[in-house]
């Protein structure tokens, strides 16, 4: 194993000498540092918060609801990734749908999708395309080939997003100090890491692409003090193993071809002008909200739940009074308990749980 | 919630909620280890039923029949018994291919015989087609309480140690590599083995051993938040030690699931007095399936009924009982 650079990151905080807020963008970096404990061994001025970067929690419950309506049509099999099926909708989940009878599969990837379809010609196979640069370029990939295949009962309920425009958002939004970002690695692998080039130049926030293992989020926490040290806000790559600065370019390109920039709306952080992917009109017989008939009903959230605040980074998952006595893994009332990449979920699976 | 979820066949936290609300006050049971031990003419026997629908039936390092016999005989091994009877009832679909059964038949005998333990009785019923996947095993076992002494669940105590007999979740993950959908290239095959052997040398070492347990479904977590619970004791494994495979590690990686929920078909939890841990490593490292043994942890007194893990880098966590059903992430 590589040393951890822990005495490097206290001397650097001791250097600053004020509190640090860094974010973690990622959801598997909030389960990776979960998992391993890392906060405990973080200087008392250095704080990492939880990013919007679940892309099961930030899907809006409206989404949730209208792929549960979906479900409930007997011509129709909903195929989604693992994570979805126990979100919580206004009344139901997919989980619950499921064992009453309507026909939701869990699968591994879009391309298994295209093969329930091609099995199923009597089924409107629909997609749950959810998730940000990383998954979206595997769904473009299936909506190009069945186009290719010309299938025709294959959907996709595209509800798609970029990270940049999040993180523009959050610090537009001025709620949540930021101090530096721990950019999704992932994610970066696509997209490449000069995209959040403005961060430093508009915020003057230092970025640095980080890997998932422990030492990597050590590393990067490390790269961020320096740069604060040094009077520096840049993008910097810790992730360089994987992540090179213009990305995957036959992966942008395939997105570009099938997908187009819209408007979408995030679970608390509302509507974010541009960071949706949309199916684009050559593609749109496969864009459910096209070829079938899709409900978005009427919402009703929780009163309580604070997953929208945990999103922004605004409220921990211990600051939500629901955490640990009515909200819980076995009984989610938010979607941030039940993803595997939830902050709420890593908080009480590794580290605290409120007294019942 | 009104009616059963796939989540409540886990083995998890929605497993225990159902049968603590349901089946315990129903049946006045008093115990839920893996078998019941019963006294007939001051001889005591040990007493389980356990039922196979593993999907696909024929995974890499075993098939049904295997699973079913090892299985069974290992939920009476960890109570201290020798297996000694089985029951097999078959619930098979029409339409099954008859090599298949062939197969799983003949996989069923050698273990059995590995076993040591008889099949006497049994049962045939076919479902129409749909019904069922292929086929599913029921099963009975009894098995003879050896000595004196009693292993349960709630045995362990602060200052014991953990051992456990090697690499974690092999038989889920070589099972998940053969499942529809999620086929993946992988050289793991399951570990499905009889522990009885094992079990028998470690207590015919004299040592004071308190607890022992096979990790199958909810994995090495839910068998050790089971007894951190029942044994009203924490527990605290380090993670440098945990036996995990690099293929496994890479599997669990990429499907954002952890090793230690995922089952095992021929693993022993043993807990043991602390000074006789030597003793028992040494033993357990002279069986066949002990070779790899390693001490994984230890019982503390406090937290009660939890597990915590010092993690690699330093940190400490906790390992929580799984809910319900493995579900694969999205990325």
Not at chain 2, 199 to 213: F, G, M, P, Q, Y
Request: some cysteine; overall charge neutral.
């Amino acid at each position: 194993m590589m040393k951890l650079p822990l005495a490097e990151i206290a001397a650097l905080a001791q250097q600053v000498a004020r509190p640090m807020q860094f974010m973690e963008v990622c959801g598997t970096h909030t389960m990776a540092a979960y998992r391993s404990g890392l906060h405990q061994l973080l200087p008392a001025n250095v704080r990492l918060i939880s990013g919007p970067g679940c892309p099961v929690c930030v899907t809006d419950q409206s989404y949730i609801d209208a792929a549960i309506d979906l479900a409930g049509h007997p011509d129709v099999i909903v195929a989604t990734f693992g994570d979805l099926v126990r979100v919580p909708g206004s009344d139901s989940s997919l989980e619950q749908e499921r064992a009453a009878g309507a026909q939701v599969r869990i699968v591994y990837s879009p391309s298994d999708a295209l093969v329930l379809a091609r099995e199923c010609p009597s089924k409107k196979v629909v997609f749950l395309g959810i998730g940000f640069e990383t998954t979206a370029p595997t769904v473009a990939w299936a909506i190009r080939q069945a186009a290719e295949e010309n299938l025709k009962n294959f959907f996709v309920l595209c509800a798609h997003k970029t990270m940049p425009q999040a993180m523009d958002a959050l610090l537009r939004g001025h709620e949540v100090k930021i101090d530096g970002f721990l950019c999704p690695g992932h994610v970066s692998v696509i997209t490449g890491a000069q995209l959040y080039r403005f961060i430093c130049e508009q915020y003057k926030i230092p970025c640095v692409v980080t890997g998932f293992e422990p030492w990597d989020i050590l590393s990067g926490i490390k790269m961020l003090l320096q740069q604060h040290v040094d009077g520096r806000a840049e993008v910097e790559n810790e992730y360089s193993r994987s992540v090179s600065e213009a990305g995957n370019l036959a992966a942008q390109e395939l997105l570009a071809r099938v997908f187009e920039p819209c408007d979408v709306s995030w679970r608390g952080l509302g509507t974010i002008a541009g960071s949706g992917l949309r199916i684009r009109q050559e593609f749109a017989r496969f864009d459910a909200t096209v070829a079938l008939d899709v409900v978005f009903p009427r919402t009703r959230v929780h009163p309580g739940c604070l997953c929208g605040a945990v999103l922004r980074g605004v409220a921990t998952p211990l600051d939500c009074r629901l955490f640990g006595r009515k909200c819980s893994p076995l009984h989610p009332v938010g979607p941030c308990m039940v993803s595997s990449e939830g902050a709420c979920a890593a908080s009480y699976k590794y580290e605290k749980r409120a007294a019942a | 919630m009104n009616r059963i979820l796939l989540a409540h066949g886990g083995g998890g936290s929605l497993t225990q909620e159902l049968v603590q609300q349901m089946f315990v006050p129903a049946f006045k049971m008093r115990s839920l280890d893996d078998a019941a031990v019963l006294g007939v003419d001051r001889v005591r026997l040990a007493f389980t039923t356990d039922s196979y629908v593993v999907k696909p039936y024929v995974f890499p390092g075993g098939d049904i029949g295997r699973l079913a016999v090892c299985g069974t005989v290992n939920d009476l091994a960890v109570q201290g018994a020798q297996p000694l009877w089985m029951s097999l009832s078959f619930i098979l679909e029409e339409g099954l291919p008859l090599a298949d059964l062939e197969t799983i038949v003949a996989s069923i005998k050698t273990a059995a015989t590995e076993a040591g333990v008889e099949i006497v009785t049994g049962d045939t019923k076919v479902v129409e087609r749909g019904k069922c996947e292929g086929l599913y095993i029921n099963t009975a076992g009894i098995g003879r309480v050896a000595g004196r002494r009693s292993v349960s669940h709630a045995g362990a105590r602060a200052g014991d140690v953990v051992l456990l007999n090697g690499p974690l979740a092999e038989h889920g993950v070589a099972v998940m590599s053969r499942r529809e959908g999620i086929v993946f290239q992988t050289s793991v095959v399951s570990d499905c083995a009889p522990v009885w052997p094992l079990v028998k040398a470690i207590l015919d070492s004299n040592a004071e051993i308190h607890t022992l347990r096979d990790p199958t479904r909810g994995g090495v977590a839910g068998a050790l938040n089971d007894i951190a619970v029942a044994s009203g004791v924490g527990i605290r494994l380090e993670e440098k030690a945990l036996p995990i495979g690099r293929e496994v590690r890479g599997a669990c990686d990429l499907l954002g699931l952890d090793p230690l929920t995922i089952a095992n078909e021929g693993k022993l939890l043993v807990i043991c007095r602390g000074s006789d841990a030597d003793r028992v490593l040494a033993t357990m490292k002279r069986q066949p399936l002990g070779r790899r043994s390693v001490v994984i942890g230890e019982v503390i007194e406090k937290p009660k009924g939890m597990v915590l893990l010092h993690t690699t880098i330093g940190g400490e966590r906790i390992v929580d009982m799984p809910t319900g059903e493995d579900l694969p992430r999205i990325c």
